[in-house]
Structures are given as structure tokens and as C-alpha cells.
């Protein structure tokens, strides 16, 4: 079961960097818009770190329902965001760095809440 924690803990580390990465090419752009990288990215966080909480509640590790919940609904905003955006041509500075923004700050929720 440690294998697949780690597999899935690796799967949302690739997820991450597709979706932060995604951001990070799109603000360098004359046009933000929303790009694969950041839509599958999101999908990537969304899937691996539900499957990730299920794995850790089958191995009776302790977790936090409360830090879980916030970086979920995060998750979930980021990534209907993305879906919904995605064929815009392009999208106004606020919302696409307000989005850029929420999904680093549910890594510093994943680092810094304990």
C-alpha cells in the first residue's frame, strides 16, 4: 500500500507541475489564456489527490478533514475554471493570475498547514 501512496504522491507532483508550469508559460504571453498543460494539470490534482486521501484512510494514517476540504474546494475551483475558459481566446490579467494564484496557495496550504 506505501508503493501506491508513493505513486500517487508522484502523479500529484506531475500534476502540479503541469498545472503551475501551464501558468507560468501563459504569463510570460501577450495573451493569457488557458492551456492544455493547465486543464490536465488540474484534472491530474483533483484525481491523485482524492485517490490520495482514500489511500491514506485505508492505511489509518491520520488526516486532516479540514486542510483536505480547503484544498479541495480549491482544486475544484481551479480546474472548473480551466475547463469552462479553456476555448477563450484570451482571458483579462485578474482572472487569470487570481487562478494562478489559488493554485499556489493550495501548495502553501499542503506545506504550511499541519
Not at 508522484?10 to 501577450?30: K, T, W, Y
Not at 486521501?53 to 472548473?80: P, Q, R, S, Y
Amino acid at each position: 500500500m506505501e508503493f501506491v501512496r508513493n505513486l500517487l504522491l508522484f502523479l500529484h507532483f506531475v500534476g502540479l507541475a503541469s498545472l503551475i508550469g501551464g501558468f507560468l508559460v501563459q504569463a510570460m504571453a501577450s495573451e493569457r489564456r488557458i492551456i492544455a498543460a493547465i486543464l490536465h494539470g488540474g484534472y491530474t490534482q483533483l484525481l491523485t489527490g482524492v485517490l490520495l486521501v482514500g489511500v491514506l484512510e485505508a492505511m489509518d494514517k491520520d488526516v486532516n478533514h479540514a486542510k483536505i476540504g480547503v484544498k479541495l474546494a480549491i482544486a475544484l475551483f481551479v480546474t472548473a475554471f480551466a475547463f469552462v475558459l479553456r476555448k477563450r481566446p484570451s482571458l483579462s490579467n485578474g482572472l487569470f493570475f487570481g487562478t494562478g494564484a489559488l493554485a499556489l496557495a493550495n501548495v502553501a496550504i499542503a506545506v504550511f498547514w499541519t
